[in-house]
């Protein structure tokens, strides 16, 4: 069974542009999460999709921060403009919906780089 | 904010047990336990988690004292495989799922050849 998978795994892109991150969940998984950790902190909770809706947003740190999960399977991350702040790595998690251990499974991440 | 506390930092001999603590003092009647472990630059990794009773799995051990107030995270026999950041988690998991997981600093352990 494929894991969660993340793309890019890196990305570089100037300070000002767009950056979409990809996260596709393990199949079946309605629950998905995105988290990010940037140079030198903890890793924080950004936001939270049960199947296609967004059920807990509060970790999303402004309105530069997209997340879509059109069809409740992959999910997407955009930053736009991305700053200089945003440089770190984005981990995306699923689980399954309705279990009471909900354990999260993590992708990869990608590492975002702003210039 | 973590609700938990560890040490920063261990050591172990590789083959022995590793034994990391966890403080947990305000945690509430509904809340479980979770330890995950992030491996260099890799996704976090989920270990074991529990609730009041002591749980075990292939990878670890969970004891959690009566008060639940505080909790050890054991591998059996470490490997240098094992060196990685260890959080321990309190959370709510309810019917439909749980909220995002809240990671502190962890303790990163260190397996001595």
């Known amino acids: 069974e494929a894991g969660v998978t993340q793309f890019p795994s890196h990305s570089v892109i100037e300070k000002g542009q767009t950056v979409t991150l990809r996260c596709d969940p393990i199949?079946?998984?309605?629950?998905l999460y995105w988290y990010r950790r940037v140079m030198g902190k903890e890793i924080k909770f950004l936001l939270h999709?049960?199947?296609?809706?967004?059920?807990?947003e509060s970790g999303m740190p402004n309105n530069r921060f997209l997340a879509e999960r059109t069809g409740g399977t992959y999910s997407t991350l955009k930053v736009q403009p991305a700053e200089l702040e945003d440089s770190g790595v984005y981990f995306c998690?699923?689980?399954?919906?309705?279990?009471?251990?909900?354990?999260?499974?993590f992708g990869p991440g990608t590492r975002l780089t702003v210039l | 904010d973590a609700k938990t506390t560890q040490p920063p930092s261990m050591d172990c001999a590789e083959g022995r047990a590793a034994n990391l603590p966890c403080n947990h003092s305000?945690?509430?009647?509904?809340?479980?336990v979770y330890w995950y472990r992030q491996i260099h630059s890799q996704g976090p990794q989920y270990i074991i988690h529990?609730?009041?009773?002591?749980e075990t799995n292939e990878m670890a051990s969970l004891i959690i004292t009566e008060d639940r107030k505080s909790s050890t995270l054991i591998l059996p026999h470490a490997t240098l495989r094992d060196t990685a950041v260890y959080y321990c988690?309190?959370?709510?998991?309810w019917g439909g799922g749980a909220d995002g997981l809240t990671f502190g600093k962890g303790t990163h352990l260190i397996i001595q050849p």
């Open positions: 529990g609730l009041k009773n002591n």
């Open positions: 305000t945690i509430s009647g509904n809340e479980y």
């Open positions: 998690a699923s689980s399954l919906l309705g279990v009471s251990t909900d354990t999260q499974y």
């Open positions: 988690i309190v959370r709510v998991v």
């Open positions: 199949s079946g998984h309605d629950n």
């Open positions: 999709f049960v199947k296609e809706s967004k059920q807990d």
